[in-house]
């Protein structure tokens, strides 16, 4: 299976909205609402930030969102802040009943 | 809320196997509602997903290390394991042990992560 595919990078400064995309298949991410995105600080471990395409867990800020559209999975974070200068992964359920990372995103708040 | 700790040799020679396991401090392994993950992250590079268990014992692995690996759950020690064969140098990385909602792509629990290099 084949990683899905993300930006390297994308940067923005504080206040402005970003927009990370996740491009997959018909097998992963266009064929199932199975899409998650997960952040990730230097040495920590991901963290759980949309599930379910655009569902947030309780304690996530109501600055990121999730959408999909066909093949590709999108993550916006309104408002950046320099807290959010991170990496960021999404991930996606397959046609063959396995799990599917996209190769990461680094987030520079400028 | 769901606490897990990850355990296990932090160095492996190559041709060894790697062996690891997740213990769950707070909460059931035995439970239908959650799948028992296991996830790595080499050093500089992202994260893949080695495979999961369900409690009943039903696994699914990543095709590309589905020959070397093996997840088991011991619901009697709340834990359950990894098992990656034939190590070489491209399995040093930060291995993860996670949760994920039944139903759901919900990875909501998370361990902190162990490092394990493979090296002579």
């Known amino acids: 299976q084949s990683a899905l595919t993300q930006p390297a990078s994308v940067s923005g400064s504080p206040g402005q909205s970003i927009t990370i995309s996740c491009t997959g298949t018909?097998?992963?991410?266009?064929?199932?609402?199975?899409v998650s995105w997960h952040q990730q600080h230097p040495g920590k471990a991901p963290k759980l930030l949309i599930y379910?395409?655009?569902n947030r867990p309780s304690g996530v800020s109501n600055r990121f969102s999730g959408s999909k559209s066909g093949n590709t999975a999108s993550l916006t974070i309104s408002g950046v802040q320099a807290e959010d200068e991170a990496d960021y992964y999404c991930?996606?359920?397959?046609?063959?009943?396995?799990?599917?990372f996209g190769g990461g995103t680094k987030l520079t708040v400028l | 809320q769901l606490q897990l700790q990850e355990s296990g040799p932090r160095l492996v020679k190559p041709s060894e196997t790697l062996s690891l396991t997740c213990a769950i401090s707070?909460?059931?392994?035995?439970?239908?509602?959650?799948?028992w993950v296991w996830i790595r992250q080499p050093p500089g590079m992202g994260l893949e997903w080695i495979g999961n268990?369900?409690?009943?014992?039903?696994?699914y692995y990543n095709p590309s290390l589905k020959s070397r690996v093996t997840i088991s759950v011991d619901t009697s020690k709340n834990q359950f394991s990894l098992k990656v064969s034939s190590v070489t140098a491209a399995d040093t990385a930060v291995y993860y042990c996670?949760?994920?909602?039944?139903?759901?792509?919900?990875?909501?629990?998370w361990g902190q992560g162990t490092l394990v290099t493979v090296s002579s």
């Open positions: 996670a949760t994920r909602r039944g139903g759901s792509s919900r990875f909501d629990y």
């Open positions: 379910d395409v655009s």
């Open positions: 268990i369900y409690s009943s014992g039903t696994t």
């Open positions: 018909s097998s992963d991410v266009g064929g199932y609402n199975y």
């Open positions: 991930n996606s359920y397959t046609s063959s009943d396995t799990w599917v």
């Open positions: 707070v909460g059931s392994i035995n439970t239908n509602d959650y799948r």
